[in-house]
């Protein structure tokens, strides 16, 4: 039985199926016209956006883990100079933000977990800042319907996806990145995206 909504229109989730349904038969003939499909085009644009969002992030941790470390650092200090103590040490049974930020530190933290830090900052910016110029590349690549581009997103944005997902990426910006990358995917994948690209294999195209 199907459903509408009173006026004789389709369902919105029916027309995006619709929308995203493959086009059969797909036609191998490398002389038949293959416009790039305005799906191709968003996805790019979506990623192009998440690779802005990527390489900020990314250029802002390599550029900023000195002074975030040092600000942490400061703050454990802090907890130290006004006499409240870390982890158990912490008698209080106040619940402000510093009492509850001082009770979750175990101890002061050693030259060597200091530099560790500030090297984990600078590996985690490289990481986000080169998948931010992927996205960037891909993106582009995809306006110009190549091949090779959505190869890379999926690579790449696979690797957005994993990193903010499993916190390695702690960044609202790069989860909504991901997302859309997510959603980018899928226009390429499926529908009128995925027919363009086996036609662009057939044509050729890299």
Partial sequence: MSMNNGSGRPRFMDTFKAAMAPREPVDLDPDAPNPLPRTVKIAGGFSMFAGVVSLFVGLNA???????????????????????????????????????????????????????????LLMIGIVVTAIGIGLLVGGYGLFKGARWARRLVSIVGALLLVGTMLGFFGNALLLLGGLLVLIGLAMLYVGKGATYFIRAKAQGIR
């Fill in 62 to 120: 390599v550029l900023t883990r000195t002074s975030v470390v040092e600000g942490l650092v400061a703050d454990i200090q802090s907890c130290t100079d006004q006499g409240i103590g870390l982890g158990a040490a912490v008698t209080t049974t106040d619940t402000s933000d510093l009492i509850t930020f001082c009770r979750s530190i175990a101890s002061a933290p050693t030259a060597d977990q200091i530099s560790g830090a500030q090297g984990q």
